[in-house]
């Protein structure tokens, strides 16, 4: 038998009794015999009960419960700490405002401690990561509190592994579209350097172009570009530490790891991923459309000639095997969108 079910029956049972009451009171009030209206007001208590209870008993409770069992527990922590701290204060204060004369004398106290409690828990949240630092002996440096007191426009960005190895960034930053400060973190270069040094020709090859790829941000960026020295001493994974990073600083991870950015996400984590960039701005091409565009190569189909457009999209053309290594006009017939990107289909103006 479930709560909701509970809470309705005793809903109902005590609005039911109320609602005999109410109709007795009414009865003397008019004169009347008491059965009709007691009878009256105990079937719609019963069904305001019946309906109405588990809306204003068991599912606020319930929406609470999953809100602090899914908080974390350093916030939780604040929170009730600053409920504390702001009664506090709001009770040293009520004692003046109770000297007021009324209604002033009990109104302005039940207010007092209403603001003070939700200041106080307010305060505490925001505040969290520099009060708990504190409390540990261990000031937030003076790069944290530049990060946490940007404007929300202006958050940093952290860079992952994945996404300076590849090397788009270089470009992105050239265009002026990112606005906060990229932030690399130390760990994060640590990694590149690891996989720079390793035995894999493949590995280290990656590393290497990472390398590269960073010493080109720092030459050619528009936006700025900072290698930071905070770290999450609790956490081993590199992944890890840039999401709890990410949450301590309040700002998005840029990356093309897809694990990442599911990970990131159920953590709340906001995630700028290239790969999805570079697909919405790919040039878009209705059937109907002509183009031109260099076939390179054969397709699956006989008969069929492959070409690319300057931003990678695959173009499939009818009977373009004879025109390899040219560049004829087409149309476009079909555009299919798939997990790699878009495709068009098209075939040759005669």
């Given at each position: ?272 991923n290239i790969n999805e960039l570079a697909n919405a701005v790919k040039a ?10 260099r076939i390179v190569q054969e397709g699956k189909e006989i008969g069929q ?46």
């Amino acid at each position: 038998m479930s709560a909701e079910f509970i809470s309705r029956i005793i809903g109902m049972i005590v609005l039911a009794i109320g609602g005999v009451f109410f109709g007795i009171y009414l009865a003397k009030l008019t004169g009347d015999h008491p059965t009709q209206y007691a009878s009256i007001f105990l079937l719609v208590g019963a069904l305001i009960g019946l309906i109405l209870t588990p809306y204003v008993t068991v599912r606020p409770f319930m929406a609470i419960r999953k809100r602090i069992r899914n908080m974390p527990a350093q916030q939780l922590l604040s929170s009730v700490l600053g409920l504390i701290v702001g009664l506090v204060i709001a009770g040293l204060i009520s004692f003046p405002l109770s000297m007021l004369p009324p209604p002033f004398s009990q109104i302005l106290p039940f207010v007092a401690a209403v603001l003070f409690g939700y200041f106080g828990i307010v305060i505490m949240i925001t505040r969290q990561h520099d009060i708990f630092s504190i409390i540990r002996g261990q000031l937030p440096s003076r790069s944290e509190r530049q990060a946490t007191d940007y404007h929300p426009s202006q958050r940093p960005i952290l860079l992952d592994t994945s996404v300076i190895i590849d090397g788009r960034i270089a470009d992105v930053s050239q265009t002026g579209f990112v606005d906060g400060e990229m932030l690399i973190p130390r760990f994060v270069l640590n990694e590149l350097q690891h996989i720079a040094d390793s035995s894999d020709t493949l590995r280290r090859n990656r590393g290497r172009r990472g390398l590269e790829m960073l010493h080109r941000l720092q030459e050619e960026s528009i936006t700025p570009i900072r290698i930071t020295d905070m770290d999450i001493e609790d956490v081993r994974e590199v992944d890890d530490k840039l999401v709890m990073l990410a949450k301590r600083l309040r700002c998005p991870i840029m990356t093309n790891d897809y694990n990442l950015n599911r990970v990131a996400e159920l953590q709340g984590v906001r995630v700028l991923n290239i790969n999805e960039l570079a697909n919405a701005v790919k040039a878009l091409f209705l059937p109907g459309e002509s183009l031109n565009v260099r076939i390179v190569q054969e397709g699956k189909e006989i008969g069929q000639g492959v070409g690319y457009l300057d931003d990678g999209t695959m173009v499939v053309v009818e009977d373009g095997k004879a025109y390899i290594d040219q560049a004829p006009d087409v149309m476009v017939t079909k555009v299919l969108q798939t997990a790699a990107g878009r495709m068009l289909f098209a075939r040759l103006i005669e």
